[in-house]
Protein backbone atom coordinates (compact mmCIF):
# COMPACT_ATOMS: atom_id res chain seq x y z
CA UNK A 1 0.00 0.00 0.00
CA UNK A 2 1.18 3.39 -0.86
CA UNK A 3 1.63 6.18 1.71
CA UNK A 4 -1.29 8.85 1.26
CA UNK A 5 -0.73 12.36 -0.17
CA UNK A 6 -1.01 14.55 2.68
CA UNK A 7 0.92 17.74 1.20
CA UNK A 8 3.35 17.93 4.20
CA UNK A 9 5.63 15.42 5.89
CA UNK A 10 4.90 12.72 7.51
CA UNK A 11 5.22 12.49 11.76
CA UNK A 12 7.37 9.23 11.91
CA UNK A 13 8.90 6.88 9.09
CA UNK A 14 10.01 3.45 9.98
CA UNK A 15 12.18 1.80 7.33
CA UNK A 16 13.82 -1.50 6.92
CA UNK A 17 12.03 -3.80 9.14
CA UNK A 18 9.76 -7.01 8.41
CA UNK A 19 6.47 -6.38 9.43
CA UNK A 20 3.73 -8.91 11.08
CA UNK A 21 0.52 -7.93 9.24
CA UNK A 22 -3.25 -9.33 9.17
CA UNK A 23 -4.56 -10.42 6.46
CA UNK A 24 -8.96 -10.50 5.97
CA UNK A 25 -9.06 -13.39 7.92
CA UNK A 26 -6.81 -12.56 10.47
CA UNK A 27 -3.83 -15.05 9.45
CA UNK A 28 -0.40 -14.03 10.24
CA UNK A 29 2.28 -13.03 7.70
CA UNK A 30 5.43 -11.13 7.54
CA UNK A 31 6.31 -8.13 5.14
CA UNK A 32 10.00 -8.11 4.71
CA UNK A 33 12.12 -4.93 3.73
CA UNK A 34 9.05 -3.00 4.44
CA UNK A 35 8.35 0.86 5.47
CA UNK A 36 5.46 2.24 8.35
CA UNK A 37 4.45 5.48 7.40
CA UNK A 38 2.98 7.39 10.62
CA UNK A 39 1.04 10.34 10.85
CA UNK A 40 -1.41 12.10 13.40
CA UNK A 41 -0.95 9.03 15.88
CA UNK A 42 -1.72 6.82 13.71
CA UNK A 43 -0.63 3.91 10.75
CA UNK A 44 -0.65 5.85 7.06
CA UNK A 45 0.52 3.41 5.37
CA UNK A 46 2.31 -0.01 5.23
CA UNK A 47 4.66 -0.01 1.98
CA UNK A 48 8.22 -1.20 1.04
CA UNK A 49 10.94 0.51 2.36
CA UNK A 50 11.79 1.55 -1.73
CA UNK A 51 8.53 3.46 -1.26
CA UNK A 52 9.33 5.26 1.89
CA UNK A 53 13.12 6.00 0.69
CA UNK A 54 11.36 9.56 -0.75
CA UNK A 55 9.49 10.64 1.94
CA UNK A 56 10.07 13.39 3.84
CA UNK A 57 9.60 12.92 7.73
CA UNK A 58 9.85 14.83 11.20
CA UNK A 59 11.33 11.21 12.79
CA UNK A 60 13.05 8.52 10.62
CA UNK A 61 13.96 5.35 12.29
CA UNK A 62 16.24 2.47 10.89
CA UNK A 63 14.89 -0.84 12.05
CA UNK A 64 17.19 -3.06 9.50
CA UNK A 65 17.31 -6.44 11.07
CA UNK A 66 14.35 -5.60 13.33
CA UNK A 67 10.79 -6.50 13.63
CA UNK A 68 8.21 -4.48 13.88
CA UNK A 69 5.06 -6.19 16.09
CA UNK A 70 1.79 -4.40 17.18
CA UNK A 71 2.16 -3.07 20.63
CA UNK A 72 1.66 -5.82 23.47
CA UNK A 73 -1.23 -5.21 25.75
CA UNK A 74 -1.35 -6.56 29.60
CA UNK A 75 -5.07 -7.39 29.60
CA UNK A 76 -4.88 -7.81 33.40
CA UNK A 77 -2.90 -6.02 35.93
CA UNK A 78 -2.59 -4.33 39.14
CA UNK A 79 0.64 -1.99 38.09
CA UNK A 80 1.28 -0.38 41.46
CA UNK A 81 1.57 -3.82 42.98
CA UNK A 82 5.24 -4.04 41.87
CA UNK A 83 5.83 -2.23 45.25
CA UNK A 84 5.01 -5.48 46.70
CA UNK A 85 7.29 -7.60 44.38
CA UNK A 86 8.97 -10.69 46.47
CA UNK A 87 6.86 -9.57 49.28
CA UNK A 88 4.64 -12.38 49.51
CA UNK A 89 6.33 -15.47 48.35
CA UNK A 90 5.82 -19.21 48.65
CA UNK A 91 2.39 -19.43 49.69
CA UNK A 92 -0.98 -20.39 48.89
CA UNK A 93 -3.27 -18.03 47.78
CA UNK A 94 -5.10 -17.64 51.07
CA UNK A 95 -2.30 -16.97 53.12
CA UNK A 96 -1.10 -14.78 50.44
CA UNK A 97 -4.47 -12.61 50.73
CA UNK A 98 -4.82 -12.98 54.44
CA UNK A 99 -0.96 -12.61 55.67
CA UNK A 100 0.27 -10.50 53.60
CA UNK A 101 -1.18 -8.58 50.91
CA UNK A 102 -4.06 -7.34 52.14
CA UNK A 103 -2.50 -6.21 55.34
CA UNK A 104 0.15 -4.01 53.39
CA UNK A 105 -2.47 -2.75 50.88
CA UNK A 106 -4.39 -1.12 53.85
CA UNK A 107 -1.28 1.00 54.19
CA UNK A 108 -0.96 1.86 50.80
CA UNK A 109 -1.07 5.88 49.90
CA UNK A 110 -1.78 7.60 46.72
CA UNK A 111 2.00 8.73 46.27
CA UNK A 112 2.77 4.33 46.78
CA UNK A 113 0.30 4.06 43.96
CA UNK A 114 1.93 7.06 42.20
CA UNK A 115 5.26 5.63 42.38
CA UNK A 116 4.28 2.10 41.71
CA UNK A 117 2.38 2.46 38.49
CA UNK A 118 5.63 4.65 37.34
CA UNK A 119 7.65 1.50 38.10
CA UNK A 120 5.35 -0.68 36.63
CA UNK A 121 4.93 1.81 33.24
CA UNK A 122 8.60 1.74 32.81
CA UNK A 123 8.40 -1.84 33.32
CA UNK A 124 6.14 -2.11 30.72
CA UNK A 125 7.46 0.35 28.10
CA UNK A 126 10.83 -1.78 27.82
CA UNK A 127 8.60 -5.18 27.29
CA UNK A 128 7.23 -4.05 24.46
CA UNK A 129 3.88 -3.77 26.35
CA UNK A 130 1.95 -0.54 24.83
CA UNK A 131 -1.35 -0.73 26.76
CA UNK A 132 -2.61 -2.70 30.01
CA UNK A 133 -6.08 -3.33 31.64
CA UNK A 134 -5.66 -2.65 35.49
CA UNK A 135 -7.89 -2.15 38.32
CA UNK A 136 -6.83 -1.06 41.48
CA UNK A 137 -7.02 1.26 44.02
CA UNK A 138 -6.27 5.40 43.91
CA UNK A 139 -6.85 5.06 40.39
CA UNK A 140 -6.62 9.01 39.84
CA UNK A 141 -3.02 8.31 40.41
CA UNK A 142 -2.71 5.46 37.77
CA UNK A 143 -4.24 7.54 35.40
CA UNK A 144 -2.54 10.54 35.98
CA UNK A 145 0.85 8.16 35.46
CA UNK A 146 -0.16 6.95 32.44
CA UNK A 147 -1.57 10.28 30.65
CA UNK A 148 2.09 11.49 31.72
CA UNK A 149 4.56 8.48 30.29
CA UNK A 150 1.95 7.85 27.28
CA UNK A 151 1.30 4.62 27.28
CA UNK A 152 -2.82 3.38 26.62
CA UNK A 153 -5.07 1.97 29.29
CA UNK A 154 -8.40 0.50 30.34
CA UNK A 155 -8.24 1.47 34.13
CA UNK A 156 -11.23 0.94 36.76
CA UNK A 157 -11.34 1.72 40.23
CA UNK A 158 -11.73 -1.29 42.23
CA UNK A 159 -14.32 -2.31 44.95
CA UNK A 160 -15.61 -4.57 47.67
CA UNK A 161 -19.02 -4.83 48.78
CA UNK A 162 -17.55 -4.88 52.60
CA UNK A 163 -17.04 -0.21 51.60
CA UNK A 164 -21.08 -0.14 51.35
CA UNK A 165 -22.35 1.73 48.24
CA UNK A 166 -19.89 4.69 48.18
CA UNK A 167 -17.24 1.75 46.47
CA UNK A 168 -19.45 1.25 43.71
CA UNK A 169 -20.41 4.96 43.45
CA UNK A 170 -16.58 5.80 43.17
CA UNK A 171 -16.02 3.27 40.87
CA UNK A 172 -18.93 5.17 38.20
CA UNK A 173 -17.64 8.19 39.20
CA UNK A 174 -13.97 7.48 38.81
CA UNK A 175 -15.09 5.67 35.19
CA UNK A 176 -16.72 8.70 33.82
CA UNK A 177 -14.52 11.63 34.70
CA UNK A 178 -11.75 9.06 33.00
CA UNK A 179 -13.44 7.80 30.15
CA UNK A 180 -11.74 9.09 26.72
CA UNK A 181 -8.69 11.37 28.84
CA UNK A 182 -5.24 11.64 27.79
CA UNK A 183 -6.01 12.28 24.21
CA UNK A 184 -8.32 9.10 23.83
CA UNK A 185 -5.13 6.72 25.67
CA UNK A 186 -7.37 6.03 28.90
CA UNK A 187 -10.99 4.22 28.45
CA UNK A 188 -12.74 2.99 31.78
CA UNK A 189 -14.13 0.19 33.34
CA UNK A 190 -16.10 -0.29 36.30
CA UNK A 191 -14.07 -2.66 38.37
CA UNK A 192 -15.80 -4.95 41.02
CA UNK A 193 -13.31 -6.93 42.76
CA UNK A 194 -14.71 -10.20 42.39
CA UNK A 195 -17.98 -12.51 43.31
CA UNK A 196 -16.49 -13.80 46.23
CA UNK A 197 -15.87 -10.00 47.52
CA UNK A 198 -18.63 -8.16 45.74
CA UNK A 199 -22.78 -9.92 46.98
CA UNK A 200 -25.07 -10.82 43.96
CA UNK A 201 -27.09 -7.24 44.68
CA UNK A 202 -23.88 -5.18 43.95
CA UNK A 203 -22.64 -7.11 40.84
CA UNK A 204 -26.61 -6.62 39.75
CA UNK A 205 -26.13 -2.90 40.36
CA UNK A 206 -23.11 -3.04 38.13
CA UNK A 207 -24.82 -4.62 35.20
CA UNK A 208 -27.48 -1.55 35.36
CA UNK A 209 -24.54 0.75 35.64
CA UNK A 210 -22.70 -0.63 32.76
CA UNK A 211 -26.08 -0.97 30.38
CA UNK A 212 -26.78 3.09 31.59
CA UNK A 213 -23.84 4.71 31.04
CA UNK A 214 -22.10 2.02 28.28
CA UNK A 215 -19.39 1.02 30.14
CA UNK A 216 -17.43 -2.60 30.07
CA UNK A 217 -16.49 -4.25 33.10
CA UNK A 218 -13.79 -5.95 35.13
CA UNK A 219 -13.51 -8.07 37.71
CA UNK A 220 -11.64 -11.38 38.55
CA UNK A 221 -14.21 -14.73 38.48
CA UNK A 222 -13.47 -18.64 38.53
CA UNK A 223 -9.70 -17.87 39.16
CA UNK A 224 -9.49 -21.44 40.50
CA UNK A 225 -10.75 -24.20 40.76
CA UNK A 226 -11.25 -24.02 44.74
CA UNK A 227 -13.87 -21.10 44.04
CA UNK A 228 -15.54 -22.80 41.69
CA UNK A 229 -16.10 -25.66 44.13
CA UNK A 230 -16.85 -23.49 47.36
CA UNK A 231 -19.29 -21.46 45.37
CA UNK A 232 -21.20 -24.50 44.58
CA UNK A 233 -20.89 -25.39 47.51
CA UNK A 234 -21.86 -22.20 49.19
CA UNK A 235 -24.36 -20.71 46.33
CA UNK A 236 -25.29 -23.97 44.64
CA UNK A 237 -23.95 -21.79 41.39
CA UNK A 238 -20.31 -21.59 39.63
CA UNK A 239 -18.71 -18.01 39.40
CA UNK A 240 -19.92 -17.36 35.80
CA UNK A 241 -23.29 -18.89 36.84
CA UNK A 242 -23.44 -16.20 39.41
CA UNK A 243 -22.14 -13.07 36.61
CA UNK A 244 -25.01 -14.48 34.47
CA UNK A 245 -27.88 -14.83 36.67
CA UNK A 246 -26.80 -11.22 38.17
CA UNK A 247 -26.23 -9.75 33.83
CA UNK A 248 -23.30 -9.05 34.16
CA UNK A 249 -22.52 -11.48 30.63
CA UNK A 250 -25.30 -8.88 29.68
CA UNK A 251 -22.28 -6.46 29.83
CA UNK A 252 -19.02 -5.86 27.90
CA UNK A 253 -17.43 -8.13 30.21
CA UNK A 254 -13.19 -8.85 31.37
CA UNK A 255 -12.59 -11.72 33.26
CA UNK A 256 -9.51 -12.52 34.99
CA UNK A 257 -7.99 -15.86 34.98
CA UNK A 258 -11.04 -18.28 34.68
CA UNK A 259 -9.08 -21.32 35.61
CA UNK A 260 -11.49 -22.25 37.35
CA UNK A 261 -13.84 -22.69 34.57
CA UNK A 262 -16.27 -25.82 33.74
CA UNK A 263 -17.57 -27.39 31.05
CA UNK A 264 -20.98 -26.30 32.20
CA UNK A 265 -19.86 -22.55 31.61
CA UNK A 266 -19.30 -23.00 28.50
CA UNK A 267 -22.65 -22.30 26.83
CA UNK A 268 -23.42 -19.06 29.44
CA UNK A 269 -20.38 -17.80 27.87
CA UNK A 270 -21.35 -18.41 23.94
CA UNK A 271 -24.77 -16.97 24.64
CA UNK A 272 -23.69 -14.12 26.34
CA UNK A 273 -25.39 -10.69 25.47
CA UNK A 274 -22.27 -8.37 26.04
CA UNK A 275 -18.56 -8.89 24.42
CA UNK A 276 -17.00 -11.36 26.63
CA UNK A 277 -13.36 -11.91 27.03
CA UNK A 278 -11.02 -13.71 29.48
CA UNK A 279 -7.57 -12.77 30.58
CA UNK A 280 -4.75 -15.10 31.39
CA UNK A 281 -1.66 -14.63 33.22
CA UNK A 282 0.01 -18.38 33.30
CA UNK A 283 2.82 -17.51 35.33
CA UNK A 284 0.90 -16.77 38.48
CA UNK A 285 -0.77 -20.23 38.07
CA UNK A 286 2.18 -22.09 38.16
CA UNK A 287 3.47 -20.25 41.05
CA UNK A 288 0.24 -20.78 43.18
CA UNK A 289 0.57 -24.61 42.11
CA UNK A 290 -3.67 -24.58 40.67
CA UNK A 291 -4.29 -27.62 39.27
CA UNK A 292 -5.61 -25.78 36.33
CA UNK A 293 -5.20 -23.14 33.90
CA UNK A 294 -7.15 -20.80 31.68
CA UNK A 295 -8.87 -23.25 28.90
CA UNK A 296 -8.08 -21.37 25.82
CA UNK A 297 -9.09 -23.52 23.26
CA UNK A 298 -12.77 -24.20 24.33
CA UNK A 299 -13.02 -20.24 25.15
CA UNK A 300 -11.62 -19.87 21.55
CA UNK A 301 -13.76 -22.39 20.30
CA UNK A 302 -16.82 -20.62 21.50
CA UNK A 303 -15.90 -17.71 19.92
CA UNK A 304 -14.84 -15.65 23.31
CA UNK A 305 -10.91 -13.92 23.17
CA UNK A 306 -8.90 -14.92 25.27
CA UNK A 307 -6.22 -11.98 26.06
CA UNK A 308 -2.61 -12.36 27.93
CA UNK A 309 -1.92 -11.00 31.02
CA UNK A 310 0.50 -11.24 33.85
CA UNK A 311 -1.64 -9.99 36.97
CA UNK A 312 0.01 -8.07 39.63
CA UNK A 313 3.84 -7.94 40.22
CA UNK A 314 3.15 -8.99 43.88
CA UNK A 315 1.55 -12.88 42.61
CA UNK A 316 3.45 -13.13 39.13
CA UNK A 317 7.00 -10.85 40.14
CA UNK A 318 6.99 -9.33 36.57
CA UNK A 319 4.69 -7.64 33.84
CA UNK A 320 6.26 -9.52 31.44
CA UNK A 321 3.71 -9.98 28.30
CA UNK A 322 6.28 -11.54 26.12
CA UNK A 323 7.25 -14.33 28.92
CA UNK A 324 3.36 -14.70 28.92
CA UNK A 325 2.74 -15.63 25.33
CA UNK A 326 5.65 -18.31 25.35
CA UNK A 327 4.05 -19.20 28.51
CA UNK A 328 0.51 -19.95 27.65
CA UNK A 329 1.52 -21.64 24.24
CA UNK A 330 3.61 -24.24 26.45
CA UNK A 331 1.47 -24.59 29.36
CA UNK A 332 -1.73 -24.77 26.40
CA UNK A 333 0.30 -27.48 25.00
CA UNK A 334 0.46 -29.55 27.92
CA UNK A 335 -2.83 -28.96 29.30
CA UNK A 336 -4.49 -30.11 26.04
CA UNK A 337 -1.81 -32.81 25.25
CA UNK A 338 -1.24 -31.88 22.05
CA UNK A 339 1.77 -30.12 20.66
CA UNK A 340 0.06 -28.98 17.45
CA UNK A 341 -1.82 -26.99 20.24
CA UNK A 342 -0.75 -23.54 20.84
CA UNK A 343 1.15 -22.63 17.84
CA UNK A 344 3.39 -19.85 17.48
CA UNK A 345 1.01 -18.05 14.91
CA UNK A 346 -1.86 -18.70 17.31
CA UNK A 347 0.42 -17.05 20.29
CA UNK A 348 0.97 -14.23 17.92
CA UNK A 349 -2.99 -14.18 17.20
CA UNK A 350 -3.62 -13.67 21.44
CA UNK A 351 -0.84 -11.18 22.05
CA UNK A 352 -2.27 -8.93 19.18
CA UNK A 353 -5.55 -9.20 18.05
CA UNK A 354 -7.54 -11.14 20.73
CA UNK A 355 -5.74 -9.33 23.60
CA UNK A 356 -7.06 -5.88 21.57
CA UNK A 357 -10.68 -7.74 21.66
CA UNK A 358 -10.55 -8.56 25.37
CA UNK A 359 -9.91 -4.55 26.21
CA UNK A 360 -12.45 -2.91 24.32
CA UNK A 361 -10.01 -1.81 21.85
CA UNK A 362 -10.37 -3.81 18.72
CA UNK A 363 -11.25 -1.73 16.49
CA UNK A 364 -8.35 0.85 17.09
CA UNK A 365 -5.37 -1.24 18.08
CA UNK A 366 -3.96 -4.95 17.95
CA UNK A 367 -2.83 -4.71 14.39
CA UNK A 368 -0.45 -2.50 11.92
CA UNK A 369 -2.83 -1.22 9.69
CA UNK A 370 -3.63 2.02 7.78
CA UNK A 371 -6.29 3.52 9.89
CA UNK A 372 -5.45 1.94 12.85
CA UNK A 373 -3.43 3.92 15.94
CA UNK A 374 0.27 3.97 15.79
CA UNK A 375 1.16 1.55 18.68
CA UNK A 376 4.10 -0.74 17.78
CA UNK A 377 7.24 -1.88 18.94
CA UNK A 378 10.45 -2.82 17.07
CA UNK A 379 12.03 -6.41 18.23
CA UNK A 380 15.81 -6.84 17.16
CA UNK A 381 16.55 -10.34 15.90
CA UNK A 382 20.12 -10.13 15.31
CA UNK A 383 21.17 -11.35 18.89
CA UNK A 384 22.70 -15.08 19.03
CA UNK A 385 19.47 -16.73 20.33
CA UNK A 386 17.51 -15.53 17.49
CA UNK A 387 19.90 -16.87 14.69
CA UNK A 388 19.61 -18.27 12.32
CA UNK A 389 15.66 -18.04 11.54
CA UNK A 390 14.02 -21.06 10.26
CA UNK A 391 10.06 -19.90 11.40
CA UNK A 392 10.12 -16.36 12.36
CA UNK A 393 6.29 -16.68 14.40
CA UNK A 394 8.52 -19.76 16.61
CA UNK A 395 11.91 -17.69 16.70
CA UNK A 396 9.34 -14.49 17.80
CA UNK A 397 7.09 -16.35 20.77
CA UNK A 398 10.20 -19.05 21.65
CA UNK A 399 13.67 -17.65 21.36
CA UNK A 400 13.00 -13.57 21.74
CA UNK A 401 12.83 -12.25 24.86
CA UNK A 402 11.38 -9.02 26.03
CA UNK A 403 15.04 -7.35 26.42
CA UNK A 404 15.25 -7.49 21.98
CA UNK A 405 12.50 -4.73 22.15
CA UNK A 406 14.48 -1.54 20.91
CA UNK A 407 11.82 0.28 20.49
CA UNK A 408 8.35 1.35 21.89
CA UNK A 409 5.87 3.47 20.02
CA UNK A 410 2.05 4.48 21.68
CA UNK A 411 0.05 7.11 19.60
CA UNK A 412 2.96 7.47 17.35
CA UNK A 413 4.90 9.08 19.96
CA UNK A 414 8.46 6.92 20.63
CA UNK A 415 8.47 5.99 24.55
CA UNK A 416 11.36 4.16 24.25
CA UNK A 417 14.28 4.22 21.64
CA UNK A 418 17.07 1.93 21.42
CA UNK A 419 16.47 0.64 25.15
CA UNK A 420 16.63 4.49 26.41
CA UNK A 421 12.96 5.40 28.07
CA UNK A 422 12.11 8.78 27.23
CA UNK A 423 9.08 9.52 29.61
CA UNK A 424 9.97 8.02 33.32
CA UNK A 425 12.90 8.24 35.08
CA UNK A 426 13.24 5.09 36.89
CA UNK A 427 16.31 5.90 39.11
CA UNK A 428 14.40 8.93 40.85
CA UNK A 429 10.95 6.53 41.14
CA UNK A 430 12.88 3.68 42.46
CA UNK A 431 14.71 5.58 44.94
CA UNK A 432 11.64 7.33 46.94
CA UNK A 433 9.65 3.76 46.48
CA UNK A 434 12.52 2.21 48.33
CA UNK A 435 12.58 5.38 50.67
CA UNK A 436 8.75 4.33 51.61
CA UNK A 437 9.02 0.92 51.68
CA UNK A 438 8.79 0.34 55.31
CA UNK A 439 5.79 1.85 56.30
CA UNK A 440 4.37 0.56 53.13
CA UNK A 441 5.26 -2.92 54.35
CA UNK A 442 4.74 -2.61 57.94
CA UNK A 443 1.88 -5.40 59.31
CA UNK A 444 1.98 -4.96 62.96
CA UNK A 445 -1.19 -3.19 62.91
CA UNK A 446 -2.81 -6.10 62.31
CA UNK A 447 -5.61 -4.30 59.78
CA UNK A 448 -6.56 -6.34 56.26
CA UNK A 449 -7.86 -4.52 53.70
CA UNK A 450 -10.37 -7.80 52.99
CA UNK A 451 -10.62 -11.20 54.03
CA UNK A 452 -9.76 -14.06 51.38
CA UNK A 453 -12.42 -17.05 52.27
CA UNK A 454 -13.55 -19.33 49.48
Known amino acids: MTPSSH ?5 LVITGCTVLVHDDRERIGFEEDAAIVVRDGAVDAVTTAAAAAGLTAADRIDARGQVALPGLINCHTHAP ?47 G ?6 SYFAMDAVAAVVDACGMRAQLGQAYFSSQGPEGREASLEFALRHRDTAGGRITTALAPHAPYTVTDADLAATTELARDHGLPVHLHAA ?19 VLERTGILGTDVLIAHGTGITEADLPLLARAEGRTAVATAPRGYLKFAWPDTTPVRALRGIGVPVGLATDGAASNNSLDVWESMALTSLIQKSAEGDPRWLTSRQALHHATVQSARAVGLGGSVGRIAPGLRADLILVDLTGPHTRPVHDLAATLVHSARSADVRTTIVDGRVLM ?13 ARELEERLPALTDRGHGRRLQEYDT
Open 7 to 11: GKPAD
Open 81 to 127: MVALRGLAEDLPTEEWFNDVVWPVESNLTERDVTLGARLACAEMIRA
Open 129 to 134: VTAFAD
Open 223 to 241: ENRDQTDTSLARHGATPIQ
Open 417 to 429: RDRVLLTVDVPAV
